[in-house]
Each structure stands twice: as C-alpha cells, then as structure tokens.
C-alpha cells in the first residue's frame, strides 16, 4: 500500500502503523483501517481484524533460529486495545519492499522457507494471520525505470507458488489477505489467468483503491474516487474473484499536485499536471504531496489548504471530493464523511464483502471519516438482518 508519499521504510516497516479490518462473516462485512493510535471502543467495537503493518519481507529469508519478530508492539497488547474476539493479523512487505519477497520466490527452497518463517511468526507471536503487500509481482514497483517489468515477469507465476506454499504452512486455520492495487495498470499478475488459482489459498483482497492518481500520471482525477473505485472492483471481479472476497479501500488522509495553469482554467479535472516524476530515475519531483488528518498542516500549505475545505465541492460524475487552486495551481484530492458515505453504496451495489482504510491515526483527533465509516457498515448490517 503506497501512501503519503513517504518512504516505505518510514511508513511501513519501521512506523508503529496498526491496519484494522472488520470481518465478512456471515451477515457481517469487513471494515478495514492502520495505525497505533486507537480511539475510544464506541469507535472500535464493530471492528473484526487488525492488521499490524509492517514486517520486512526479507525477514523470513532466514533460517529458522530465533523466536524475534519485529513488531511494534506484541500481539497480545494490540488485543487489549480492541474487542475480545478481534483478530490480529500482520502484514509483510509494502511500497518499496520487494526484494525479500523475490528472492524467496525464485526457488523452491527460497518458498518453503519463506513460508516455514510466517507459519513460525504467527506461532510464536499469537497473530491470526498474515497480509501479503508485495508491491508489486512482475513489475510496476518502486523500482520500475531501475528495473523493467519483462525482468520481472517471472515473479508472477512464482507469486502463486508462494501465497499457496504459505496456505499450505499456515494451514486452514490461519487467515491470508492480499493487498492488491486499484490502478489496472499495476494488475500484472492479478489476471484472469491467475486470480482463481491466488484465490484458492487467499481469504480476501484488500483492493487499493486510493492512490489510483499517483505521480506517475500527467493529468488530474480523484485518487480514491467512486468510479474509479468501480472500475477497479469489477476488474477483480470479471477476472475470477468473488465479490463477498473483495474489500474496497478508503483514504484517511489528502493528497494534493501542481497542476499547469491555463489547462486548468476551463475544467480542472481532467486537466494537464506539471511533470511530477522524473522520466528517467522515476524519482518524485517535489510537486504532489500528502498529510494525514491528524497531522500538523506543513506552514506552506495551510493557506492552500485552508481554501481546499472552505471551498472544496463533490464531483457527482467521477464521485470525488476536490479543489483546485488556481492562485497555488493546485489540485486537491481527499475523502470526506459525505464521500465515503456515497462511495460505500459500492459495497451494496457489487455485492462486496467488507471495507478498509488507511489509516486509523491518520483520522484523528476527530475520526469523523472512521465514523462515517462505521455508521455505514452498521447500516449494511442492519439492512442485511432485516432480510
């Protein structure tokens, strides 16, 4: 999961970052969020599954001679935080952690002891289970200008061999989701080919989907908006996954780029971007950016921002909160209670079984979209008893 901008080592590996799901039970959906900070149990209550983010992937390339797993903070204090009965799972990987995940997969070797590592983990910690976030098999990662994808197309077929090698260390028991991304062009080896063969040792997809602008792209549009959002899930869906297999994804934080000038006059979504990557290194540029809620405003962007929520307006045909300044030329992109409410009519609409976001602190200190957020899952559950 590719978030804020920042470096994957920063908000990954070593930032105590807890990821929250509500379970797809039954009648029950999932409903899915990271971070340590957590609210009060009126907040919490309805939620099924935490995901505690993030290990390295290189972690489990040793040998098998220590019970010392790298976690924030142990399984059974992360319980104590939430309701009885909540599962605790770990995610391995993130933007930019790759390299672990493919050298354990290029041999058969390399997998079973990759796997023999994660079943260890989940032993020795007490976690319920484990969240894949390689981003991304056969290509399109941090590294692409470095090192092209037809490099890296062997990885894809190597990916099935070792999600199914971890099912089969785990075992049944144990749960495994996948953090899968919400831009087609990152679907390289989530296809129709292989999606029915992943979905055969996974428990669900949890599909990005915000970051679908990035700065890779050249013109503006909502990075989680509805429509995209829809594209992505009936992407997953045509090619294999069950909709009760899929959560859809929910940003708790704002993201906004420099956008050129004149472009922008006329309509600005849609409109032309400065360069915001570079096109040889793939190095950002400086000119996108993003903060969570609960962070401190950077001094320079205060006034920006400040006119983003004063003026800010919903786009009803691409479903998505945003502003653009044509004082700064900058583009603004963000989820608000309203649009989450209206973007979680996806859920009812494809049939899905549950939701996240990232991330739980990143909302505070007022957890206005956690709690639109909850009423909305309440009112799914309420809905589905009545049935």
């Known amino acids: 999961m590719n978030i804020l901008g920042r470096q994957s080592l920063v908000l990954w590996v070593f930032w105590t970052l807890t990821m929250l799901l509500v379970s797809a039970a039954a009648a029950q959906l999932r409903n899915i969020i990271q971070h340590p900070t957590v609210p009060n149990s009126s907040l919490t209550s309805?939620?099924?599954?935490?995901?505690?983010?993030?290990?390295?992937?290189?972690?489990?390339?040793?040998?098998?001679?220590?019970?010392?797993?790298?976690?924030?903070?142990?399984?059974?204090?992360?319980?104590?935080?939430?309701?009885?009965g909540t599962k605790i799972m770990v995610a391995i990987g993130g933007w930019g952690d790759t390299a672990g995940f493919s050298l354990a997969a290029a041999t058969e070797e390399g997998r079973k002891r990759w796997a023999r590592n994660v079943s260890a983990m989940l032993r020795d910690t007490g976690a319920d289970g484990v969240d894949i976030d390689w981003e991304y098999p056969g290509g399109n990662g941090e590294d692409y200008k470095q090192v092209p994808n037809e490099q890296k197309a062997w990885e894809i077929g190597a990916y099935l061999l070792l999600v199914a090698e971890i099912r089969t260390a785990i075992g049944p028991d144990k749960l495994i989701s996948v953090a899968v991304p919400g831009l087609p062009r990152d679907?390289?080896?989530?296809?129709?080919?292989?999606?029915?063969?992943?979905?055969?040792?996974?428990?669900?997809?949890?599909?990005?989907t915000y970051e679908m602008m990035n700065r890779r792209d050249t013109i503006t549009k909502h990075h989680a908006g509805k429509v995209g959002s829809r594209e992505s899930l009936n992407n997953y869906i045509k090619n294999g996954v069950r909709p009760g297999d899929l959560n859809l994804g929910f940003a708790f934080y704002t993201k906004f780029y420099r956008t050129q000038h004149h472009a922008c006059l006329k309509n600005s979504i849609g409109c032309s971007t400065l360069l915001m990557e570079d096109p040889k290194t793939g190095v950002?540029?400086?000119?996108?950016?993003?903060?969570?809620?609960?962070?401190?405003?950077?001094?320079?962007?205060?006034a920006p921002?400040?006119?983003?929520?004063?003026?800010?307006?919903?786009?009803?045909?691409?479903?998505?909160?945003?502003?653009w300044d044509a004082d700064q030329d900058l583009w603004w992109s963000y989820e608000t209670p309203g649009s989450i409410e209206d973007k979680f009519g996806l859920v009812r609409e494809l049939g899905l079984g549950g939701v996240f976001?990232?991330?739980?602190?990143?909302?505070g200190p007022e957890y206005s979209r956690l709690a639109a957020l909850n009423a909305a899952v309440g009112s799914s559950r309420r809905k589905k008893d009545e049935l």
Not at 49 to 76: C, G, Q
Not at 190 to 206: G, K, R, Y
Not at 285 to 290: D, E, F, L, V
């Open 46 to 84: 309805t939620i099924t599954h935490v995901v505690m983010a993030f290990m390295n992937s290189n972690t489990f390339n040793r040998e098998l001679a220590s019970s010392d797993w790298p976690l924030f903070m142990t399984v059974k204090e992360t319980r104590a935080q939430l309701a009885p």
């Open 187 to 208: 679907m390289l080896p989530f296809t129709a080919e292989t999606l029915p063969t992943i979905m055969e040792s996974v428990d669900f997809l949890n599909v990005m």
């Open 284 to 302: 950002d540029m400086g000119r996108t950016g993003a903060f969570a809620w609960a962070d401190e405003v950077p001094a320079e962007m205060q």
């Open 305 to 323: 921002f400040s006119r983003a929520l004063r003026e800010g307006g919903y786009d009803n045909i691409g479903g998505g909160y945003y502003y």
């Open 357 to 363: 976001a990232w991330e739980l602190g990143a909302d």
